[in-house]
């Protein structure tokens, strides 16, 4: 096999384990993006790894799902594995995808989202107060964290309460987030979470209700109906998809702002025009999921890389979100006003184009909105921030900010 690039030169051979500790490595991923084309893992935990981390190699392959198969993906099979239950939607591929697909979509649409947005105004509001009496807070446990929660149980249709229990099934159910955490308890956990869902879920096919469960329980498509268990995975798909990518944008996108008062002052300053883009440069600066793999159908060139059947490919979403080909010089700097051409890839591209993405863009804009009305001088850094140290999911755990 020939690549235009080199077989992992300048790549550490601990790639990606503990790269991401500290949000995007910016240095890690020129080096990746460099050579033009993809690059070889020195030292895959098994097979052939290409990483794709320019913008051109991942949008196309993302945008391929005949040539890059999403099957054999990583985190949510692992967490079929744990409920012996058959693939998610994320890790389908057409025409079981489009089948799935066109079964749960219609339950996101925009007419949808837009009906929760008093709902997820109230909460922000409501988790705003600290900022509105002056005093700092936690960004990520008192903000960031419960926010994304709170707006899956509205969706739900569940009570908001129920968001801490949430919080913890999901915690349980990702490979890695709960640190202290039992096998054993993790177990139950699991446990506990499918029987709440598919409880709630029979309960809306008897007595339907006007949110997401008894759409997707009730959803048909040519007589074809997602079965029970079907229907449990795909809710646990979107507490572990909507949770801890929204979290991360939010607190990302609120650390941005501190560390940076004048793109702050340029968006108090014209928040009509710049909300929208502030809004998309939020999900690209931050870009919560660094990656996917997808494995090759069939030999196809990538980035003119020669990929042979069976290997797999990393999507950097991350890397390509700072590509300087797609989003120019400045790729690495934090611009409100910034309006690519290149589209960005923080909910990835093609078939699989994240399912959440007008709710997540919705909660950021309120979020935005609110605080320009609550604190127009915005936010100041008030601590360290720490970082969650993943390498799938990557963003903040704690981050102590004060109105400014
Ligand atoms: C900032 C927040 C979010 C980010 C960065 C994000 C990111 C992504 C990405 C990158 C994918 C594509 C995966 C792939 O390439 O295979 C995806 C898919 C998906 N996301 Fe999101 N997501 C976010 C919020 C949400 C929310 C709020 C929900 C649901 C309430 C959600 C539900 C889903 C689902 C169901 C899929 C699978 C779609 C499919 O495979 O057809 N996401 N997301």
New binding site residues.
């Given amino acids: 096999m020939t690549g235009a690039a080199g077989a992992g030169a300048g790549v550490p051979r601990d790639f990606p384990d503990g790269w991401f500790a500290h949000g995007h490595p910016a240095e890690l991923y020129e080096r990746l993006r460099e050579p033009g084309g993809l690059v070889r893992h020195p030292a895959p935990p098994d097979g052939v790894l290409w990483i794709a981390g320019g913008h051109a190699e991942v949008h196309a392959a993302?945008a391929d799902p005949a040539a890059f198969r999403?099957a054999d993906?990583i985190l949510l099979a692992e967490i079929g594995h744990a409920y012996d239950a058959p693939p998610t939607?994320?890790h389908t591929d057409p025409p079981d995808?489009t089948r799935y697909?066109a079964l749960v979509a219609p339950a996101f649409r925009p007419s949808v989202t837009r009906r929760l947005e008093g709902a997820v105004r109230e909460r922000v509001r409501a988790l705003l107060a600290p900022v509105a009496a002056g005093r700092a807070f936690d960004a990520v446990g008192e903000l960031a964290v419960p926010l994304?929660l709170q707006v899956?149980c509205a969706?739900l249709g569940v009570p908001e309460d129920d968001w801490r229990r949430f919080h913890r099934w999901t915690e349980a159910i990702v490979p890695g987030a709960a640190e202290g955490l039992s096998e054993g308890e993790r177990d139950a956990l699991r446990v506990e979470c499918g029987t709440y869902l598919l409880g709630t879920a029979h309960e809306r096919r008897a007595d339907p209700r006007d949110d997401v469960i008894s759409r997707l329980a009730l959803a048909e498509l040519d007589g074809d109906r997602l079965t029970d268990l079907e229907l449990v995975m795909f809710l646990i798909?979107?507490l572990v998809?909507?949770n801890e990518?929204?979290r991360h944008?939010i607190s990302g996108g609120l650390l941005a702002f501190a560390e940076r008062p004048d793109q702050w002052a340029a968006l108090r300053a014209r928040p009509e025009e710049l909300l929208p883009t502030a809004v998309e440069e939020i999900?690209r600066w931050t870009s919560?999921?660094v990656y996917?793999l997808r494995t090759a159908t069939r030999a196809v060139t990538l980035g003119g890389t020669d990929v042979a059947p069976g290997d797999r490919v990393m999507?950097l979403?991350g890397s390509a979100n700072r590509d300087p080909a797609a989003f120019g010089p400045d790729a690495d700097a934090f611009d409100v006003a910034r309006r690519p051409e290149a589209s960005g890839l923080?909910?990835?591209f093609g078939?699989?184009?994240?399912?959440?993405?007008a709710?997540?863009r919705m909660e950021i804009r309120i979020l935005l909105e609110e605080l320009l009305a609550c604190r127009e001088e915005g936010l100041a850094l008030a601590g360290t921030p720490a970082y969650n140290g993943s390498s799938v999911v990557t963003g903040l755990r704690h981050c102590a900010l004060t109105p400014a």
């Fill in positions: 993302a999403s993906g939607i994320m995808h697909r994304p899956i969706l798909q979107l998809a909507g990518t929204t944008a999900l919560p999921v996917f999507l979403y923080a909910f990835g078939p699989h184009f994240c399912l959440g993405a709710l997540a």
